[in-house]
T-cell receptor, first 114, second 114 residues
Framework: LAKTTQPISMDSYEGQEVNITCSHN???????ITWYQQFPSQGPRFIIQ???TKVTNEVASLFIPADRKSSTLSLPRVSLSDTAVYYC???????????????FGKGTKLSVKP | NAGVTQTPKFQVLKTGQSMTLQCAQD?????MYWYRQDPGMGLRLIYY???????DKGEVPNGYNVSRLNKREFSLRLESAAPSQTSVYFC?????????????FGQGTRLTVV
């Protein structure tokens, strides 16, 4: 599986846009990029997933450049409740075969201040 | 729709005791996973099961065994608990194929070994 590198921590203020970048230089052709959010004492929660270009849902946007060696999770207008750890995962998800393992890195601890 | 259910939520064991952590999912997912998370750390994969009837080691399998009882259930067994196994354990499940929508996590089992 492609190894990922993220900043250990980030600080922001309420109402700001936050962009968290993940590097995955060894991403394979059939790998997808998935981001999770984890609050203290809870299991991670799926945020967004993409393969290339841009994906947007009600929570976030995911930007993936053409070479796919990095990706950026964008959280618009964060609030205090967005304070959490954010994980970037890269892996293949193929029909009929082994999904492989989902390896989490250390993640990015986002602190949103009032 | 319960999603991923783990039992028990809390457990205290004495060194050398054995126990089984139970996990069940009702989303008809093929893949299931067991993770441990130590304080202030990211998740580490213990074992995973890509599909019913298969199991594979993850990053930290020593001291654990697993059983994929059927498509719904994936249990984790500690044969002889050690204080180093004090952690929060998370079970997860996911689908395979294309943009699978990520993995779903249980609420965790907080295990203390004294």
């Amino acid at each position: 599986l492609a190894k990922t590198t993220q900043p250990i921590s980030m600080d922001s203020y309420e109402g700001q846009e936050v962009n968290i970048t993940c590097s995955h230089n060894n991403i394979a052709t059939n790998d997808y990029i998935t981001w999770y959010q984890q609050f203290p004492s809870q299991g991670p929660r799926f945020i967004i997933q993409g393969y290339k270009t841009k994906v947007t849902n009600e929570v976030a946007s995911l930007f993936i450049p053409a070479d796919r060696k990095s990706s950026t999770l964008s959280l618009p207008r964060v609030s205090l409740s967005d304070t959490a750890v954010y994980y970037c995962l890269v892996g293949a998800m193929n029909y009929g075969g082994s999904q492989g393992n989902l390896i989490f890195g250390k993640g990015t601890k986002l602190s949103v201040k009032p | 729709n319960a999603g991923v259910t783990q039992t028990p939520k809390f457990q205290v064991l004495k060194t050398g005791q054995s126990m089984t952590l139970q996990c069940a999912q009702d989303m008809n997912h093929n893949s299931m996973y067991w993770y441990r998370q130590d304080p202030g750390m990211g998740l580490r994969l213990i074992y995973y099961s890509a599909s019913e009837g298969t199991t594979d080691k993850g990053e930290v399998p020593n001291g654990y065994n697993v059983s994929r009882l059927n498509k719904r259930e994936f249990s984790l067994r500690l044969e002889s608990a050690a204080p180093s196994q004090t952690s929060v354990y998370f079970c997860a499940s996911s689908e395979v194929g294309g943009a699978s929508g990520g993995a779903f996590f249980g609420q965790g089992t907080r295990l203390t070994v004294v």
